[in-house]
């Protein structure tokens, strides 16, 4: 009888840490996914942002003065235009390009069913 008892404060325990790591790697995603999400920083370099007026409506993300004026930089330059800076790279413009990618995929993953899921069964 003391085995079962022991046994099932056990599986007791196992659950509860089982749970317990469920809830913090849900905090991690959670966490993750909310980075360039805060109106009030910059969702490129993480600098706060105050508007004095409204940010322009070809921005995707909320940024910081000199982040809009870098991605203007990069849309010109992906349609072609000269490069505005020595650092006007392809791989500039590659980080641009994974960076805006990464952005839009964490949209995605943030209104899907299995995000939604996520937050209701493993945060409070
Ligand atoms: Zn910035």
Redesign the pocket.
């Known amino acids: 009888m003391a085995e079962v008892i022991d046994l099932k404060r056990r599986k007791s325990k196992d659950r509860r840490i089982a749970e317990g790591r469920a809830r913090r790697r849900a905090q991690a995603v959670a966490s993750s996914l909310s980075c360039g999400m805060c109106p009030r920083r910059?969702?490129?370099?993480?600098?706060a942002?105050e508007y004095t007026a409204p940010p322009p409506v070809d921005a995707p993300y909320p940024?910081?003065?000199?982040?809009?004026e870098?991605y203007e930089a990069f849309r010109r330059w992906e349609k072609g235009e000269e490069p505005e800076a020595f650092w006007h790279t392809d791989e500039w413009g590659e980080a641009w390009r994974a960076w805006l990618a990464h952005m839009r995929a964490g949209e995605a993953f943030r209104s899907s069913p299995a995000f939604l899921r996520l937050m209701e069964e493993h945060l409070e």
């Open positions: 910059c969702a490129h370099c993480g600098l942002v940024f910081c003065e000199v982040c809009q870098e």
